[in-house]
């Protein structure tokens, strides 16, 4: 299963393009005389200016359900692997789930830690919704650089032809401004280039084939106790009591703050938000957890799901996710539930991001009610 990259090198990294975007906003600003800055070596060619709020959150928007033999439309619009074979081997991934499969025209670029320029992954990316042959698109990987897509996305297109979107990870990026801009629900879940667990591929199957009324997601795979056998690695936590209902938003907890303060944030209103993040420090996830109550996240939503935070490496003197977890949610009054097969893990859950769901903290099931496919 292929697993990202520490992000920290690559934020850091990004400061620079962050800077070009705000030369490119200062210069609309400054005149019609004045001139955006040409494509950099990136492929970043003049984004769309952003001009401010976000727009009202539109009525959501269903896509079909899968089917047999249906066309996949494969793109990367992260990272890239190291060799073809992994893309290769995303193919057949695709093709072993009983689909046809269509790559995107730049599915094996590479450009540094990123699946190609900017501009051509957004172009895979668009095409993909608007041609007609493709009934759903899976993305081959993680990595870093989806959110440098964000002002490229023809969200109009994506209005007008509703497909499933399957990813997590850096994924998380496309997922929230997507059904933040167009009402589009679309699904974190397995990537292409990762084998399928038996747990994984039942949830897949489950939740984008069979489309069952009020699934109950992401409940631990079965563990049969017995004499000096006890359940360790999927144990389920009640860190807040209580019901709640709303729509499930939610991801990777670096994409999400990375997203705060743009136009391409959620409406966190009412909201069941749902975390999960790979390869950081306890110290980084309290310092991103809180930033999210900082920014008044906490206040707004009506349920927290918290998912792995898989490989939290410590070094030097440190609190434990337990004790950081336990700390950032004593004040809330909402349920919180810990623990749900979300993540950077072999056994996978997909989750409908924007369907209204119900977290129950007490029975500790998280429970679809609403609509996510036709």
């Known amino acids: 299963m292929n697993r990202p990259m520490n992000r920290r090198d690559f934020l850091n ?3 620079a393009v962050a800077g070009l975007a705000t030369a490119a906003l200062a210069a609309d600003a400054s005149g019609p005389n004045e001139k955006v800055p040409e494509a950099t070596q990136l492929g970043a060619q003049s984004y769309p200016q952003n001009k401010g709020s976000k727009p009202q959150a539109p009525s959501p928007k269903l896509a079909r359900r899968l089917q047999p033999n249906m066309t996949i439309g494969l793109i990367a619009p992260a990272g890239n692997a190291f060799e073809n074979q992994d893309m290769e081997f995303a193919i057949d991934i695709v093709r072993s789930l009983g689909f046809k499969v269509i790559p995107g025209a730049h599915l094996f670029d590479r450009l540094g830690y990123l699946a190609g320029a900017d501009a051509d992954r957004a172009s895979d ?3 993909m919704f608007e041609d007609p042959e493709i009934d759903a698109i899976f993305c081959a990987r993680g990595g870093f650089g989806a959110s440098k897509l964000l002002p490229l996305i023809d969200y109009d297109a994506i209005a007008r032809n509703p497909k499933i979107l399957l990813g997590y990870s850096d994924i998380t990026a496309l997922h929230l ?3 933040a801009r167009t009402g ?10 990762q084998q399928f667990s038996p747990y994984t591929l039942a949830a897949f199957q489950t939740l984008l084939q069979t489309v069952p009324a009020a699934p109950i997601i992401a409940a631990p795979p079965s563990f049969t106790p017995a004499a000096g056998r006890a359940e360790r690695l999927n144990r389920l936590k009640t860190l807040r009591p209580g019901h709640a209902t709303g729509r499930l938003i939610g991801g990777n907890l670096s994409l999400i703050t990375h997203l705060l303060g743009t136009p ?3 409406d966190f209103k009412d909201a069941i938000l749902f975390l999960e993040d790979v390869d950081e420090a306890p110290y980084r996830i309290d310092r991103m957890l809180t930033a999210l109550w900082l920014a008044g996240v906490f206040d707004q939503i009506s349920g927290l799901v918290i998912g792995k935070f898989t490989n939290a490496r410590v ?4 609190l434990s996710i337990e004790a950081i977890l336990t700390d950032r949610v004593a004040p809330l009054r909402i349920p919180v539930l810990q623990g749900l097969m979300i993540g950077h893990i072999d056994d996978q859950a997909t989750v409908p991001v924007g369907a209204m769901a119900h977290l129950d903290a007490d029975q500790q099931q998280l429970t679809v009610i609403g609509p996510y496919l036709t």
Not at 184 to 193: E, K, N, Y
Not at 315 to 318: D, K
Request: glycine share 8%; net charge positive; no cysteine.
């Open 13 to 15: 990294r990004t400061v």
């Open 125 to 127: 990316l668009n095409t």
């Open 177 to 179: 401004a997507i059904n």
């Open 184 to 193: 589009l629900i679309t699904f974190h879940g397995p990537i292409a280039t």
């Open 264 to 266: 391409y944030a959620p």
């Open 315 to 318: 070094s030097g003197p440190s």
